[in-house]
T-cell receptor, first 112, second 109 residues
Framework: EAGVTQSPTHLIKTRGQQATLRCSPI?????VYWYQQALGLGLQFLLW???????NRGNFPPRFSGRQFPNYSSELNVNALELEDSALYLC???????????FGQGTRLTVV | KNEVEQSPQNLTAQEGEFITINCSYS?????LHWLQQHPGGGIVSLFM???GKKKHGRLIATINIQEKHSSLHITASHPRDSAVYIC???????????FGSGTQLTVLP
């Protein structure tokens, strides 16, 4: 069974541009979570999608947004990129409350 | 004060040693996860706990709900155990995880 897949693995963008990151959850998982791990910082919660709706967001500005598609895959968009957006972005999926979370390998975004 | 505190931040051990990593949290939780992150960045879920104790191979995780504390133990440590170990909790009724700062474990041959 395929795990959580993220693409691209690496992404280099220029300050001010937009970045789009993609995540495919494990088959049958309806919830997708996005987390940011900036250099030297711990993992921070970004966004949670479930059944196509945004259910919760962390303490991030509105230029971080996303969506979940009918097949439960998800997209994270970061507009007006800033240097401090350089980080590892991890996607996780789960099925129902209090089940194990499965993580993708992450997308390393570098803003130059 | 962080809602999830991990200790130690860094840990160096000799191969074969017994290792303990601790995690404390400040409010009620619905679940606690222990995660492993290798240098490439990918994260593997080791355990999910809501009570008691779980064992998988050389890894043991325990949780004390009353004391708001969990421990991850590694018996007979091996250099391939070298990684960052992260404690993460679901606070209250939240669905997303809140993470500790991680413990960098290095096991020397």
């Amino acid at each position: 069974e395929a795990g959580v897949t993220q693409s691209p693995t690496h992404l280099i963008k220029t300050r001010g541009q937009q970045a789009t990151l993609r995540c495919s959850p494990i088959s049958g998982h309806t919830s997708v979570y996005w987390y940011q791990q900036a250099l030297g910082l711990g993992l921070q919660f970004l966004l949670w999608y479930d059944e196509g709706e945004e259910r919760n967001r962390g303490n991030f500005p509105p230029r971080f947004s996303g969506r979940q598609f009918p097949n439960y895959s998800s997209e994270l968009n970061v507009n007006a990129l800033e240097l401090e957006d350089s980080a590892l972005y991890l996607c996780a999926s789960s099925w129902v409350q209090n089940t194990e979370a499965f993580f993708g390998q992450g997308t390393r975004l570098t803003v130059v | 004060k962080n809602e999830v505190e991990q200790s130690p931040q860094n840990l160096t051990a000799q191969e074969g040693e017994f290792i303990t990593i601790n995690c404390s949290y400040s409010v009620g939780i619905s679940a606690l996860h222990w995660l492993q992150q290798h240098p490439g960045g990918g994260i593997v879920s080791l355990f999910m706990l809501s009570s008691g104790k779980k064992k998988h191979g050389r890894l043991i995780a325990t949780i004390n709900i009353q004391e708001k504390h969990s421990s991850l133990h590694i018996t007979a440590s091996h250099p391939r155990d070298s990684a960052v170990y992260i404690c993460a909790v679901k606070l209250g009724s939240a669905r997303q995880l809140t993470f500790g700062s991680g413990t960098q474990l290095t096991v020397l041959p």
